[in-house]
């Protein structure tokens, strides 16, 4: 693709235009993160190039085996396996300044920790860059002598714990390359002052069987790191056949039926059932960008978190909208070129000889 088509090879949106004109050979996941996350939850590895198309052929060959079609198979993935990817984290449970292991409590307690009690409660800290900033003064005041390295990369792992660590991440509680057990996030931040390790995550806790990683080229994944995402895949796999028989619990609460939508939200949301895509039109100040984003945020808090974006705790609102270039939300926008239209884009037409032949310009062309 990168030969024949460098221009839009690498964009999601190219990828869904080919797989519009060949379902039979794509996948409808356009995003890479996402075609690698359904091929962990099948327990397969997926493949070591990176790129859009690489893993068209698992999904292909998966579709033929089922008898169903590309969408089909895609639909039911997401069904099966939530439509939005999670990360795996590990988090150390033992503490080299009083040399002893927090493992049984967090076991225990279902929660997850970390210590560094010298950084009071951050459930006040903004998930910004300032935010960050906080937690190292924080670190720099208690000692003020202390390795700018170290105190960065400590501020990096509590800043990570407060906001990255989302709502159904996975957590491998861990002592060297020893996993003491998989647990599954599912809430908030709070802060127990009375605990060694005060800054925690309640979790569910899906394996208690210890095991070693299976990669460990180089070194140990995550060595001496308190909070570190995992992605060598080896790892990731393993932590996916341990919990295969697990269920994935649904996203979020389900208090009861939710308030339907109205006016044009309402809309747009039975274009999207019966279509798939919609397109808001009309010059410009009428609200064409309000409404679709409006619209965005209440269709994803309810199929993410069965409530109304209203509802959503800080958190979950951070993880439908991004927490701005430290991770990608749920909710995104796409800005076009002013001078670009929605037509111009690769044109199919038929050339003399009855074959089909693709150029780029306008549809309107002749």
Same mark, same amino acid.
């Given at each position: 693709?990168?030969?024949? #088509?460098?221009?839009?090879?690498?964009? #999601?949106?190219?990828?869904?235009?080919? @797989?519009?004109?060949?379902?039979?050979?794509?996948?409808?996941?356009?995003?890479?993160?996402?075609?690698?996350?359904?091929?962990?939850?099948?327990? /397969?590895? &997926?493949?070591?190039?990176?790129?859009?198309?690489?893993?068209? $052929?698992?999904?292909? #060959?998966?579709?033929?085996?089922?008898?169903? %079609?590309?969408?089909?198979?895609? !639909?039911?993935?997401?069904?099966?396996?939530?439509? %939005?990817?999670?990360?795996?984290?590990?988090?150390?449970?033992?503490?080299?300044?009083?040399?002893?292991?927090?493992?049984? *409590?967090?076991?225990?307690?279902?929660?997850?920790?970390?210590?560094?009690?010298?950084?009071?409660?951050?459930?006040?800290?903004?998930? *910004?860059?300032?935010?960050?900033?906080?937690?190292?003064? !924080?670190?720099?005041?208690?000692?003020?002598?202390?390795?700018?390295?170290?105190?960065?990369?400590?501020?990096?792992?509590?800043?990570?714990?407060?906001?990255?660590?989302?709502?159904?991440?996975?957590?491998?509680?861990? *002592?060297?390359?020893?996993?003491?057990?998989?647990?599954?996030?599912?809430?908030?931040?709070?802060?127990?002052?009375?605990?060694?390790?005060?800054?925690?995550?309640?979790?569910?806790?899906?394996?208690?069987?210890?095991? /070693?990683?299976?990669?460990?080229?180089?070194?140990?994944?995550?060595?001496?790191? *308190?909070?570190?995402?995992?992605?060598?895949?080896?790892?990731?796999?393993?932590?996916?056949?341990?919990?295969?028989?697990?269920?994935?619990?649904?996203?979020?609460?389900?208090?009861?039926?939710? &308030?339907?939508?109205? $006016?044009?939200?309402?809309?747009?949301?039975?274009?999207?059932?019966?279509?798939? /895509?919609?397109?808001?039109?009309?010059?410009?100040?009428?609200?064409?960008?309000?409404?679709?984003?409006?619209?965005?945020?209440?269709?994803?808090?309810?199929?993410?978190?069965?409530?109304?974006?209203?509802?959503?705790?800080?958190?979950? /609102?951070?993880?439908?909208?991004?927490?701005?270039?430290?991770?990608?939300?749920?909710?995104?926008?796409?800005?076009?070129? &002013?001078?670009?239209? @929605?037509?111009?884009?690769?044109?199919?037409?038929?050339?003399?000889?009855?074959?089909?032949?693709?150029?780029?310009?306008?549809?309107?062309?002749?």
């Amino acid at each position: 693709m990168n030969r024949v #088509a460098q221009d839009v090879s690498n964009l #999601a949106w190219g990828h869904k235009y080919l @797989y519009l004109m060949s379902p039979e050979k794509l996948d409808d996941f356009h995003n890479p993160d996402y075609q690698r996350f359904h091929l962990m939850r099948l327990l /397969q590895p &997926p493949p070591q190039q990176e790129g859009r198309y690489v893993a068209a $052929g698992r999904f292909v #060959a998966l579709a033929h085996l089922l008898s169903v %079609t590309m969408n089909n198979l895609t !639909a039911v993935l997401n069904r099966r396996d939530g439509r %939005t990817p999670y990360s795996y984290w590990r988090i150390g449970t033992f503490s080299y300044s009083d040399q002893k292991s927090y493992w049984e *409590t967090m076991r225990q307690g279902n929660f997850i920790a970390v210590g560094l009690s010298q950084v009071v409660d951050l459930s006040g800290i903004p998930n *910004t860059k300032a935010g960050k900033d906080q937690i190292r003064e !924080a670190l720099l005041a208690q000692d003020p002598h202390a390795n700018s390295s170290s105190v960065g990369r400590a501020a990096q792992q509590l800043f990570h714990f407060r906001w990255s660590i989302a709502l159904d991440d996975l957590v491998l509680a861990s *002592t060297g390359a020893t996993v003491l057990g998989i647990g599954r996030v599912t809430g908030g931040y709070r802060y127990d002052p009375s605990n060694s390790f005060p800054h925690q995550l309640p979790v569910e806790w899906l394996s208690l069987e210890a095991w /070693q990683q299976p990669d460990q080229q180089s070194d140990i994944e995550g060595k001496l790191t *308190t909070v570190h995402r995992m992605t060598r895949p080896r790892n990731l796999l393993e932590v996916e056949k341990r919990i295969y028989q697990v269920p994935l619990p649904p996203r979020g609460p389900t208090p009861g039926p939710l &308030p339907r939508l109205q $006016g044009i939200p309402a809309r747009v949301q039975a274009i999207l059932e019966r279509k798939g /895509q919609v397109i808001l039109y009309g010059p410009p100040g009428t609200g064409k960008t309000y409404w679709a984003e409006f619209t965005a945020r209440q269709l994803a808090a309810r199929s993410c978190f069965g409530a109304t974006f209203e509802q959503l705790t800080t958190e979950q /609102q951070a993880q439908l909208l991004g927490n701005g270039n430290l991770a990608r939300g749920n909710v995104r926008m796409c800005s076009f070129h &002013p001078c670009i239209g @929605y037509l111009e884009h690769p044109v199919r037409h038929l050339t003399g000889h009855s074959t089909t032949a693709y150029r780029w310009g306008l549809e309107r062309d002749p």
